[in-house]
């Protein structure tokens, strides 16, 4: 099994709203991670998680909180976001360090739209 | 400043034609890297992967080249198909951050036309 999972693969929501991301693994990956895409434009890292643990944070503003319940799944918690906000949120996995040769699988991706 | 600069933006051939993807890269140290086929709205997926030791390498119609010393790679797809039609993203590795950082290149569009 090679695949990451993300669901839901589309979410509307208000900028009132509170919401949920969720990504998951089930290929032994100890690296997870989340990308912000907008169109026309290359992935921009968020955050890693490495051995469940928040190794990066890319200066992203607190309306998003990720979380790695365990070393299979990977939350980002929206809450009061903005419009500009909306985009192609990208969830990918990889053995452990970027160094090796190793695959970097990314999800089908959840598409957002903030009101 | 680590950075990955594709060529063309975009482009435009008909089905069966040939055609050549081109990244050039200023990271140093480099790990490693890869190019990937992202159709839109969807997630990228996996054409190849390169060390700095390895010169090409191929995956059916496509074939990736690389010059470590200029430090460009490009990505050759032979006998294009309409399912073809997508961004092309070339991805390299910052070995020297030590984290888990992957330079992305801001991609080809290709469009293949029956």
């Known amino acids: 099994d090679t695949e990451v999972t993300q669901t839901p693969k589309h979410l509307v929501m208000g900028m009132t709203n509170k919401k949920s991301l969720k990504c998951e693994q089930h290929?032994?990956?100890?690296?997870m991670y989340w990308y912000k895409q907008k169109a026309k434009k290359p992935p921009e890292l968020m955050f890693v998680y490495s051995y469940e643990k928040l190794s990066i944070n890319e200066s992203v503003p607190s309306r998003f909180s990720p979380e790695c319940p365990n070393s299979s799944l990977l939350n980002l918690h929206l809450h009061a976001l903005q419009p500009e906000d909306s985009a192609l949120y990208l969830c990918?996995?990889?053995?452990?360090?970027?160094?090796?040769?190793?695959?970097?699988?990314f999800g089908e991706g959840s598409r957002l739209t903030v009101l | 400043k680590n950075q990955v600069e594709q060529s063309p933006q975009s482009l435009i051939i008909l089905e069966g034609k040939n055609c050549t993807l081109q990244c050039n890269y200023t990271v140093s140290p480099f790990s490693n890297l890869r190019w990937y086929k992202q159709d839109t709205g969807r997630g990228p997926v996996s054409l190849t992967i390169m060390t700095f030791s390895e010169n090409t390498k191929s995956n059916g119609r496509y074939t990736a080249t690389l010059d470590a010393d200029t430090k460009q790679s490009s990505l050759h797809i032979t006998a294009s198909q309409l399912s073809d039609s997508a961004s092309y993203i070339c991805v390299v590795s910052d070995q020297g951050s030590g984290t888990y950082k992957y330079i992305f290149g801001t991609g080809t569009r290709l469009k293949v036309l029956a």
């Open positions: 290929m032994g990956h100890r690296a």
């Open positions: 990918a996995s990889s053995q452990d360090r970027a160094a090796n040769t190793g695959e970097l699988f």
